[in-house]
């Protein structure tokens, strides 16, 4: 039964981490750029570890009961993805700001984290995912198998943005050109819009 508990939780929580989004878009930026990777990769994979703790042990039931404590982060949410989208609209179109390496222009530890919390934080399909769906299967788990869930969706995530991170610089080379960091910071820019527009749509209903 633990072994079985952990493959639900592993298979659970890698069909919904592998989806472009706009953390995911974060941590591939900044793997690219070899700024702070191993920081932000270790507090994304933590962040999953604790959300879907609290969501198996009942934080779950707690947030499903209020509502407006999910609006307000649905609102907040597609505040800061427009905000990093027009951002990264901006790196686009002056791309003589735009190299990788060590010439790129990095940034702090202190803020490279701050968006990192942003995007884990403040995004509220991470809880949708990790409290409310992935906390409510691990908690009809039997008692003795619900920590082998939660370890196995938590390694899950660590072996996803470790892959993504450190994997990332395998494509360097072609981002030491400008013209590359503009495609992507487009399509970073498309993303974190279109994601924001289906937050602000949700928000209205």
Do not use: E
């Not at 495609?183 to 279109?194: E, K, W, Y």
């Amino acid at each position: 039964m633990p072994g079985s508990a952990f493959i639900t939780g592993f298979l659970l929580s890698a069909t919904l981490i592998v989806v472009i989004g706009a953390q995911n878009a974060f941590v591939l930026r900044q793997g690219i750029r070899r700024q702070h990777v191993g920081a932000i990769v270790s507090f994304c994979a933590l962040a999953d570890l604790l959300l879907i703790a609290a969501g198996v042990a009942g934080l779950a039931a707690v947030l499903g009961s209020l509502p407006r404590l999910t609006s307000l982060l649905t609102v907040l949410g597609a505040g800061f993805l427009i905000w990093y989208g027009l951002s990264a609209l901006t790196r686009a179109l002056h791309p003589r700001t735009l190299y990788a390496g060590a010439d790129a222009q990095p940034l702090s530890l202190r803020l490279a984290m701050a968006q990192a919390a942003g995007f884990t934080l403040l995004n509220p399909h991470v809880y949708l995912d990790t409290v409310l769906l992935m906390g409510s299967i691990g908690a009809r788990q039997p008692p003795d198998a619900r920590a082998w869930f939660i370890g196995g969706a938590a390694a899950a995530s660590g072996a996803w943005f470790t892959s993504l991170g450190y994997g990332a610089r395998l494509l360097a080379p072609l981002f030491a050109r400008p013209r590359s960091w503009r495609i992507l910071d487009t399509l970073v820019s498309l993303t974190m819009l279109t994601l924001a527009a289906l937050l602000v749509r949700q928000a209205l209903r």
